[in-house]
DNA sequence: ACTTCCAGCGTCTTTCATTA
DNA sequence: TAATGAAAGACGCTGGAAGT
């Protein structure tokens, strides 16, 4: 039950990242038949989700668009978010609409997440982010004004706050919290800042003294997912590291298919490389991310974190010593 | 590309016996 | 009496072949 359970997400992931996926691709990538996958098609039909078939030869696409992100909880924070079923009628009246359904699907992307345990950079989305919020509000080792920041996100209430990052601190500087998204196990808030005019992330620990202001925002049209896309370093500020990446030509391939996570600052095709600007807070996930390609991408420059990959990959060697 | 039919297989449920 | 274990049967999932 639950290897269906996890097949079915991983159709949904499959057929969100690749629009037009064969039936035939699906079974490949699942490892199951085609008969199979046909059979889960019906289910997740049955269940509403809203993918269709595109006609003869081209694959399945989801209608509208209807997205799933994976996540990446430690056990705790997806056990807390279990519970949260508990308190949903007690919060209700603060819950958007399709809250509910927002709530199940997130329940069964963590499934497959479990079971795939891919290290991918993960957004919680605005309805997941402001549930995540109330729970997370209740960890001890979470700063308590994250409730207060959850419930401004979810009024639209923008919020003052002193913040301070890298020895440099701002006071009382109004911010419109827009998402609260998750990365690495360390917790951000995208706001627009309303002394500088601009878009920002802010590390939640770095905020202090946040308390909620009388007036709302708007949210417009911002796209929070063109917004990650194009920052792999969060930070704008902060300095930035410039890697020099060499892939194979596999990886090459997989780049073009599956496109990048990071938006790399230049390419060189000829001879397989491409830059990427890094903010220094962020470069171990950028090294993570290196890794998950194993032998197919090696970090040509800097020297200091071919060091730093040879280490991991020495520490893990040592296991099997 | 998709459906229908069917046999094989594993898992869950039920039943009954055994033990503490 | 309740908990545990074993055996048997029911059930659902799966892949393959053949058909639309």
Same mark, same amino acid.
């Given at each position: ?36 996958? %046909? ?10 989700? #809203? ?17 799933? %992100? =994976?996540?990446?909880? $430690?056990?705790?924070? &997806? ?13 209700? #009246? ?14 069964? &992307? ?9 290290? *991918? ?18 960890? #001890? ?10 419930? &401004?996100?979810? *009024?639209? /209430? +923008? ?14 500087? &109004?911010?419109? =919290? %827009? ?28 905020? $202090?003294?946040?308390? #909620? ?9 911002f796209d929070l997912q063109a917004f990650m896309k194009h ?34 600052? *230049? ?9 990427? /600007? ?13 890794? +998950? ?9 800097? +020297? %200091? ?17």
């Open positions: 039950m639950t290897d269906r359970l996890i097949r079915l997400m991983r159709i949904i992931t499959l057929v969100q990242a690749k629009p037009g996926i064969l039936a035939r691709e699906l079974a490949e990538r699942c490892g199951n038949s085609e008969r199979t996958i %046909y059979r889960d098609m019906d289910a997740l039909s049955a269940m509403h989700i #809203p993918i269709t078939h595109l006609g003869h030869g081209k694959g399945y696409a989801f209608i509208g668009n209807f997205a799933l %992100y =994976p996540l990446d909880w $430690s056990d705790e924070e &997806a056990m807390a978010f279990a519970q949260l079923r508990n308190l949903m009628d007690d919060i209700k #009246p603060l819950l958007p609409s399709g809250f509910e359904s927002a709530y199940e699907k997130v329940m069964a &992307a963590e499934y497959k997440h479990r079971a795939e345990k891919e290290e *991918k950079m993960e957004i919680v989305g605005r309805e997941v982010g402001n549930t995540w919020m109330e729970r997370s509000g209740l960890q #001890p080792e979470q700063p308590a004004f994250l409730i207060e920041l959850f419930v &401004a996100m979810l *009024k639209q /209430k +923008s919020i003052q706050a002193d913040y301070s990052e890298n020895a440099h601190e701002e006071k009382g500087i &109004a911010i419109d =919290p %827009y998402y609260i998204i998750l990365l690495e196990n360390r917790f951000y808030l995208i706001g627009y800042c309303q002394q500088f005019g601009v878009m920002r992330t802010f590390h939640t620990n770095g905020l $202090s003294n946040v308390k #909620p202001l009388k007036y709302g925002f708007s949210k417009d049209n920052k792999w370093a969060l930070d704008k500020d902060s300095l930035q590291v410039e890697f020099k990446i060499k892939f194979s030509e596999w990886s090459m391939e997989r780049i073009r298919e599956e496109g990048l996570l990071v938006k790399p600052a *230049k390419v060189d095709r000829d001879n397989r490389c491409y830059h990427f /600007k890094v903010s220094v807070d962020q470069e171990y996930t950028f090294v993570r991310w290196i890794l +998950s390609f194993e032998e197919e991408a090696e970090i040509v420059e800097p +020297s %200091y974190y071919r060091e730093v990959m040879r280490h991991q990959l020495e520490k893990g060697l040592s296991l099997y010593k």
